[in-house]
């Protein structure tokens, strides 16, 4: 009889599903996966380790994660930088679709009808062994772990920084992207602009750009912040609010319907992206501040 089954992972994907559903912006696949782990009751299989790759995982998670798959070509959720979100389908199907069973069997179907749609291959029978299938689809989990590793040390790192070095840092990406930067903000009393930057080396041309730096692990900057920020941009000023915690939607909805300011809001993940795209216009100081080395993993097709 095989230790894993339809009826088991599919109760597994709901209870995930029911944990997500209360994460409307999203979790931490380490934080979802903990979760689950506290709501059932784990079987000694699944307690068990897998050992594969070189290292050892609890099959519990394997198992989960193995399953996810599914849902993402389902269309169920979505797998962002370490981050899982459910989607309205797959809100829709977790109401539609009670027993667990059948849960997971539509996930499978539609992942196999994603498939052969985008990779030209037939429809197999999804009556397949899911003891076999979890084995098989290792190399995928494998992957994803890792990339999920890479963000959540990037984020670590970002967000433990001192803010003045943060705020430093910032200020260097300025200068990769070829603004020249007249004023960083010394220790002390903030006054709501902490980087001053222009776009011609005398300062003469406009939009001179204002910078706000707040470097938070976790809290959002709301509305009533971005909101003051913005109230210190002139008419011939542009705004950016570099935020390690991200923005509220109120504080983001307030920035995009700005008519006569400019402001752009950044969060830790689109300073990665600008920091990865302009690190070679970065002088050699900068990036020791902010080391990162490319790896190349052959992508798992799945």
Known sequence: MAEITWKRTGELLRKLFE??????????????????ASAVEMTPHEKGMYEGNGNSTRRFEKIVRFATIDCVKA??????????????????????????????????????????????????????????ATLEGSNSVTFEQAEEQAWAEVEKF??????YEFQDLVADLLKG?????????????????????HPDPLGTQVPRLKV??????????????VQSFISTIGDDDAGLFVATSGFTKDAEEHARSQERRMVMLID?????????????KLDDNARRKFPITPIYFLTPNS
């Open 19 to 36: 944990i997500l559903k209360q994460h409307p912006d999203g979790l931490k696949a380490s934080n979802a996966l903990e979760q689950l």
């Open 75 to 132: 269309g169920w959720l979505v797998k962002h930088k370490g981050t899982w979100v459910i989607t309205n389908e797959g809100i829709s199907a977790y109401e539609k679709i009670k027993d667990p069973e059948s849960f997971y069997r539509e996930a499978v179907r539609l992942y196999h009808k994603w498939k052969a749609q985008n990779q030209g291959t037939t429809v197999k029978n999804t009556d397949k062994n899911i003891e076999e």
């Open 212 to 225: 706000q730096v707040k470097r938070h692990a976790d809290a959002k900057v709301d509305r009533q912040t």
């Open 158 to 163: 970002l967000k433990s920084m001192n803010p």
């Open 268 to 280: 830790w993940e689109k300073f990665f992206e600008l920091w990865i795209q302009f690190q070679h």
């Open 177 to 197: 992207m070829g603004y020249f930067v007249s004023w960083i903000s010394p220790p002390g009393k903030d006054s709501g602009v902490d980087i001053i930057a």
